[in-house]
């Protein structure tokens, strides 16, 4: 059996990726890519020249198969996606669920992810807090932002900056235009930017500064009211 890695790739900065990282990608048998093109310009950047071939969520329904039956023979893939950890809001999922029901082990190398930094960076409780990544656009979209409205935990959502300001405006509707969030774009960027106040504060932010790259919204949960406890006295 081979070995299915899953890898990491910079979400911006090419310092973020890790040594053991390029280590793999150079050792693996086939490195299976998004966008072979991005990816390509990522690879040529460390050195790398393996075999690289297209899966995505367009395609991995019918390439999966065969990629296990590679593993199988003894093969070590390496999973990446345009940028961060595959499987989160990207491609990765059903590839390592099918590897794993097939007996391959899976390794998941830790690296970049968009959300961990923004939710750091928030000021907002990192203790405990929800990944919701991308909204339904259309159907469903208002019945799951209604699901959330008793959450307490933080949550972060991953957002296009074409939608941003409707969003946030969705956000103030449900949520109450006075619950804090922050906005953060162009993670480990150059133009790496935290907005940070309350929804109606970054509505009229945005509403006069167009917002641009690549977006993570983190929203602070429902407050909780803690109730006093009174000590009954004995009758």
Do not use: W
């Amino acid at each position: 059996m081979g070995i299915l890695y899953i890898v990491p790739t910079p979400v911006g900065n090419m310092e973020d990726m890790t040594l053991r990282a390029i280590r793999i990608l150079k050792e693996a048998d086939l490195v299976l890519a998004e966008d072979t093109r991005t990816s390509g310009i990522l690879l040529k950047h460390f050195d790398i020249k393996n075999q690289m071939m297209s899966h995505h969520k367009f395609n991995e329904h019918g390439t999966t198969a065969g990629i296990i039956e590679r593993l199988k023979a003894g093969q070590t893939i390496a999973l990446i996606s345009d940028a961060g950890t595959p499987g989160i809001s990207d491609p990765g999922f059903y590839l390592a669920r099918e590897a794993a029901r097939a007996g391959i082990t899976v390794q998941t190398l830790p690296g970049p992810t968009a959300c961990i930094p923004a939710i750091v960076s928030s000021g907002l409780p990192c203790d405990r807090f929800c990944f919701e990544g991308f909204l339904p656009q259309k159907k469903g979209r208002q019945t799951h932002l209604e699901s959330l409205k008793e959450e307490t935990r933080t949550m972060v959502f991953y957002e296009s900056p074409y939608r941003l300001l409707k969003t946030l405006t969705q956000f103030a509707e449900v949520f109450g235009g006075d619950r804090q969030v922050s906005v953060s774009r162009e993670i480990s960027k150059v133009y790496e930017e935290h907005v940070r106040g309350t929804l109606d504060d970054v509505v009229a932010h945005f509403t006069e500064t167009t917002p641009r790259g690549e977006i993570v919204i983190v929203l602070a949960g429902k407050p909780v009211v803690k109730n006093k406890l009174r000590k009954l006295k004995d009758m």
